[in-house]
């Protein structure tokens, strides 16, 4: 089973597991780490600290592409560049991740989640402001 760290500004990632959780039930093998009150370097400290010693079994979640999350899963990318982060996280892309992850590897899962999470971006209703 692939393992999964869920990183985010605040209690972002947490909401986002307990929410894919009322819909799936409990989950094994994730971990939640917030931002709240850490340096990059402490964070990506603690983010080191939670990976497995077969990092390509894992992969990284990020709410925000360019954030302090996202900057200090870089930092590591220097020291492992293996690591498999997504930045952009999603409902859709969790809900996938943990129905599909112990059916696929983590290289086909990959494209597959991130097809899921812009898939599930659209407008219900009103102007999309591509009227002619």
Do not use: W
């Not at 994730?30 to 390509?56: A, F, G, R």
């Not at 870089?74 to 943990?98: A, D, Q, S, T, W």
């Amino acid at each position: 089973m692939i393992k999964g760290i869920i990183i985010g500004h605040g209690d972002f990632a947490r909401t986002l597991l307990d929410t894919a959780e009322r819909i799936l039930g409990r989950q094994e093998m994730v971990e939640v780490i917030s931002n709240t009150n850490l340096s990059c370097e402490s964070l990506t400290q603690m983010i080191k600290e939670k990976l497995p010693k077969n990092s390509k079994e894992v992969i990284i979640f990020v709410d925000l592409p360019g954030g302090s999350c996202a900057i200090s899963c870089m930092n590591l990318m220097k020291e492992n560049r293996e690591l498999n982060i997504i930045c952009g996280v999603n409902l859709p892309i969790l809900i996938e991740f943990f129905l599909l992850r112990e059916k696929y590897s983590v290289a086909e899962l990959i494209p597959i989640l991130i097809k899921k999470g812009r898939d599930n971006i659209t407008q219900i209703g009103g102007k999309s402001g591509n009227a002619g």
